[in-house]
């Protein structure tokens, strides 16, 4: 099936640092990914598609400036935080599914990145 | 507001009893996800559910997506240790393109 690889799955960082985190689909290629936010104890909270060659699309109240998103090619997408505050700190999650948007069949999940801001 | 209210939010039970976590909305979807997340881990995907009505089994969880397809219940027959997780429902939100997550209901089993 298909399989989606989130790297890293653990970082720390300083404050005031920037910290890049990669969402690979490694069997397929996705024009759309979704990346998520997860406070501890809470459900997923979608922060922004991922759309490639173009601009991602930013859910209201997430910084676009302070999460950098790219998605250069068909297999990869990226998010940075940039210059990152301890309130920051949480599990980002990116999904992804072969082929366009359409429906929510199919759509697979990395196993997360748990970002802590010291 | 929440487009879906799960509950319950926290249930803790004893091996082997059962159980039941309902997803409720008041908008019309043409179909339901149901995930398990494990701490530290992505959801993973149980089921589907895509006509209102329909019943789906995976083990011991029973899916059952409502009538008028605004609903949906998870219900598990003698609960084990390896079922505790949070478990998440799902819709695709067609006007938004995107695909969004019920509150959660945390389970817990005692062994």
């Known amino acids: 099936g298909a399989v989606v690889s989130q790297h890293p799955s653990r970082v720390i960082c300083k404050s005031g640092t920037s910290v890049k985190i990669e969402c690979r689909s490694l069997?397929?290629?996705?024009?759309?990914m979704f990346w998520y936010r997860q406070f501890p104890k809470q459900s997923l909270m979608l922060m922004a598609t991922?759309?490639?060659?173009?601009?991602?699309?930013?859910e209201q109240g997430v910084e676009k400036d302070k999460f950098l998103i790219n998605h250069a090619s068909l297999t990869l997408s990226t998010l940075t935080v940039t210059s990152a505050h301890p309130e920051d700190s949480s599990f980002y999650i990116c999904?992804?599914?072969?082929?366009?948007?359409?429906?929510?069949?199919?759509?697979?999940f990395g196993s997360g990145t748990r970002l802590t801001v010291v | 507001t929440q487009l879906l209210e799960q509950s319950p939010q926290f249930l803790s039970i004893q091996e082997g009893e059962n159980l039941t976590v309902y997803c409720n909305s008041s908008?019309?979807?043409?179909?339901l996800q149901w995930y398990r997340q494990e701490p530290g881990e992505g959801p993973v995907l149980l089921v589907t559910?895509?006509?209102?009505?329909e019943v789906k089994k995976l083990k011991r969880l029973t899916f059952q997506f409502g009538d008028a397809r605004k609903d949906s219940s998870l219900h598990i027959t003698a609960a084990q240790p390896g079922d505790t997780g949070l478990y998440l429902c799902?819709?695709?939100?067609?006007?938004?393109?995107?695909?969004?997550f019920g509150s959660g209901t945390r389970l817990s089993i005692r062994p």
């Open positions: 999904s992804a599914r072969e082929g366009g948007l359409g429906s929510s069949y199919g759509y697979t």
């Open positions: 069997d397929f290629q996705a024009t759309t």
């Open positions: 908008s019309v979807f043409s179909s």
């Open positions: 991922s759309n490639e060659g173009s601009k991602a699309t930013y």
């Open positions: 799902a819709v695709w939100y067609s006007s938004a393109s995107k695909i969004i």
């Open positions: 559910v895509v006509t209102g009505g």
